[in-house]
């Protein structure tokens, strides 16, 4: 059974370095990795995406190891309007999210 | 924010009765999917469109039907409500010529079956 797993909450302050980690078994070649923000009330966004390796953006990062059953997404010295649910996503012949991690940003 | 609109935004209804849902899109975009959205579950797939008339079943699609009659509407219908699928409803459109085929979300429709 494919399943992508992701931890529930993550807590952090201003300026700091956050890494969130999706675990996604049984991935399939064809699969990519794509990491959604979410606000309340108001529809996932779009962060960044990617196969393997490591792909960086103006907002994000996102690491895939060789064997790719993980992925990390690394957002920089976040600020306080970092404060959402961040959802990973393997795209491929199925569409399969994790449960969300809700990340808290502090002062 | 890419031209797509959820109506109705809130709607409570009681078991039994048939309830539809519209998601309305500007953007002319191939597909389309509607997902439901539940603590602890994150987003699920319910149904998706990869063109007119081109329907296929999601993850979660029992007692849920779609209907794609024209590009920019895609309707997700609950024949007969249950308490289960009290949920918040999100409709997402993509374009596979995009690099990234990535999805853009409506606001999201609040259902309640009492």
């Known amino acids: 059974l494919a399943k992508t797993t992701q931890p529930i909450s993550m807590d952090s302050y201003e300026g700091q370095e956050v890494n969130i980690t999706c675990s996604h078994n049984?991935?399939?070649?064809?699969?990519?990795i794509t990491w959604y923000q979410q606000f309340p009330s108001q529809g996932p966004r779009f962060i960044i995406q990617g196969y393997k390796t490591k792909v960086t953006n103006e907002v994000a990062s996102l690491f895939i190891p060789a064997d790719r059953k993980s992925s990390t997404l690394s957002l920089p010295r976040v600020s306080l309007s970092d404060t959402a649910v961040y959802y990973c996503?393997?795209?491929?012949?199925?569409?399969?999210f994790g449960q969300g991690t809700e990340l808290s940003v502090k002062p | 924010d890419a031209g797509i609109t959820q109506s109705p935004r809130h709607k409570v209804t009681e078991t039994g009765t048939p309830v539809t849902l519209r998601c309305h899109q500007t953007e002319n975009h191939r597909y389309m999917y509607w997902y439901r959205q539940d603590p602890g579950h994150g987003l699920r797939l319910i149904h998706y469109s990869y063109g007119v008339k081109d329907t296929d079943k999601g993850e979660v699609s029992d007692g849920y039907s779609v209907s794609r009659s024209k590009t920019e509407d895609f309707l997700l219908t609950l024949e007969s409500a249950t308490s289960s699928q009290t949920s918040v409803y999100f409709c997402a459109i993509s374009d596979p010529e995009d690099s990234y085929n990535e999805q853009f979300f409506g606001p999201g429709t609040r259902l309640t079956v009492l």
């Open positions: 996503l393997r795209k491929g012949g199925k569409l399969i």
């Open positions: 049984n991935i399939a070649t064809n699969d990519y």
